[in-house]
């Protein structure tokens, strides 16, 4: 999968126009890179189309620890979408990022985060 294609899926299932899936898809890769280890963001990385592959790099404070509801506010805050756009936008990247990369380091990526991010995406599908 290209990152044109990423972002259209992300337009496509969030309804928002291309540039707000664009923000949106950066946004949450970014958040997730703060979230998930710096190993397991290198082989995810290596997965994402390269026009993404740059949003997730580990973060110089390292690995913090926060929630979905935690998350969904970090999002918001980089994109101004209300947290109801950003809950849908969040899984739909959280989808999309399960078709454009293998399915063991989907797996590995969201073993590392709470369940809530699982029911989320599966509450989407």
């Known amino acids: 999968m290209e990152s044109k294609e990423f972002i259209q899926a992300v337009t496509e299932r969030t309804g928002l126009s291309r540039q707000?899936?664009?923000?949106?898809?950066?946004?949450?890769?970014?958040?997730?890179?703060?979230?998930?280890?710096?190993?397991?963001?290198?082989?995810?990385?290596?997965?994402?189309?390269?026009?993404l592959r740059e949003y997730a790099k580990p973060?110089?404070?390292?690995?913090?620890?926060?929630?979905?509801?935690?998350?969904?506010?970090?999002?918001?805050?980089?994109?101004?979408?209300t947290e109801s756009e950003t809950t849908t936008g969040v899984r739909a990247v959280l989808t999309t990022l399960r078709e454009a990369v293998s399915a063991d380091e989907y797996r590995d990526v969201m073993s590392q985060l709470p369940g809530a991010f699982t029911e989320l995406v599966d509450a989407g599908t």
């Open 20 to 51: 707000e899936a664009a923000d949106l898809t950066r946004a949450t890769l970014g958040t997730l890179a703060a979230r998930v280890s710096d190993g397991e963001l290198r082989q995810l990385a290596m997965q994402l189309p390269d026009g």
């Open 59 to 81: 973060h110089k404070k390292g690995t913090e620890r926060f929630g979905l509801t935690e998350f969904v506010r970090k999002v918001s805050e980089h994109t101004g979408l």
